[in-house]
């Protein structure tokens, strides 16, 4: 059962223009969502996270917006960069057992045009 | 700094041979310790996490098992290798909050 899931496996996107992730997830014990970059053969990276008591978060060119009710995470880049060619892991988190659950999703390629 | 080692960066072993692969952080103190596996075109699945030594817990029922006999030791190990084994095997450890990780390097292995 896929209780992280990220239904786009690739994206292209044009250099400057709004990239656009999305996210969806099943488990309502989910309290905080994370958005990981991965490059190949690196490790995932920490690039973005929002607690469920907020619906929106920001950081530099980065944003994610969370709709609980729809139990909907989103990530936007603006503008896109080439160097944002990566793959985006989202990620969602809740206490279990004395230690932090955290559930990633399949990822989505994104590519930035130049 | 936290810093996340792991080896080898690649390995190719054959069906049925055993398996060691090895994490080490600097930089920290009695870290949680997390083993992910990234198979082709899958996400991150979380096989084992660690919040102590000699402390193990497994996620997923597999042909895997963990060990950490030091506090920043974490080592994945399995007996006999099946071809479903292959993949990106990921260490991490809780980062300076507890919902946020961070990641080793990570290991590809090829079972053929």
């Known amino acids: 059962d896929q209780q992280v899931k990220q239904n786009s496996p690739s994206l292209s996107v044009q250099e400057g223009r709004i990239s656009i992730l999305n996210c969806d997830y099943t488990?309502?014990?989910?309290?905080?969502f994370l958005w990981y970059k991965k490059y190949p053969a690196e490790g995932p990276t920490f690039l973005i996270s929002i607690s469920s008591i907020k619906d929106k978060n920001e950081d530099g060119r980065f944003t994610v917006f969370l709709n609980k009710s729809a139990k909907h995470l989103s990530l936007h880049i603006v503008p896109s960069q080439p160097g944002d060619s990566a793959v985006y892991f989202c990620?969602?988190?809740?206490?279990?057992?004395?230690?932090?659950?955290?559930?990633f999703g399949t990822g989505t390629k994104l590519q930035v045009i130049p | 700094s936290q810093t996340i080692h792991q080896w080898p960066a690649t390995l190719v072993q054959p069906v049925g041979s055993p398996l060691s692969l090895e994490c080490t952080v600097e930089g920290t103190s009695n870290p949680n310790l997390y083993w992910y596996r990234q198979a082709a075109g899958r996400g991150l699945q979380l096989l084992f996490y660690?919040?102590?030594?000699?402390?193990i817990s497994s996620e997923v029922p597999q042909n895997l098992s963990a060990s950490r006999p030091q506090d920043r030791q974490f080592i994945l190990s399995s007996k006999k290798l099946l071809l479903s084994d292959s993949g990106f095997y990921l260490c991490a450890l809780t980062g300076l909050t507890p919902y946020e990780q961070y990641f080793g390097p990570g290991t590809r292995l090829t079972v053929t």
């Open positions: 990620a969602a988190s809740y206490l279990s057992g004395g230690y932090q659950k955290v559930t």
């Open positions: 660690s919040v102590g030594i000699g402390q």
């Open positions: 488990n309502s014990m989910f309290d905080y």
